[in-house]
């Protein structure tokens, strides 16, 4: 699980991102001083150096797609019915797609998506 100071430089590299602003060390650092968060002093470093030179916008709209898509469906068979067992799997499946909400992400994204400066 992340520490909060991961969690801290995660938003404040969001924010930046989201602005279209540079994502630096002195940036994460003014925004969790304007947030009254401390951290340590590594973590800022850490983050800019990590997402120097990466479309954090294109990464993030782009999670999961690195899985491949999922495979064709099997024919049904002739009398259309599907098997008890597979019925069963593509539930699992349509369940673990929605983890994400889950983990406070689609409230975040849908936020952004429903408040964006056009």
């Known amino acids: 699980?992340?520490?909060q100071d991961e969690l801290a430089c995660v938003?404040?590299?969001l924010l930046l991102s989201d602005d279209n602003v540079a994502i630096t060390a002195d940036k994460i650092n003014t925004i969790l001083r304007t947030a009254g968060v401390s951290v340590e002093p590594y973590w800022?470093?850490?983050f800019s150096k990590a997402l120097d030179g990466v479309n954090v916008k294109e990464l993030i709209t782009n999670i999961g797609s690195a899985a491949g898509s999922a495979p064709a469906a099997a024919a049904a068979?002739?009398?259309g019915a599907v098997p008890a067992a597979e019925a069963k799997k593509?539930?699992?499946k349509e369940e673990s797609e929605e983890s994400d909400d889950d983990m406070g992400f689609g409230t975040y994204i849908n936020y952004k998506i429903t408040n964006q400066h056009t």
Request: proline share 13%.
């Open 1 to 3: 699980m992340a520490s």
């Open 11 to 13: 938003y404040a590299a």
């Open 44 to 46: 800022p470093s850490l």
């Open 77 to 79: 068979p002739a009398g």
């Open 90 to 92: 593509e539930e699992k």
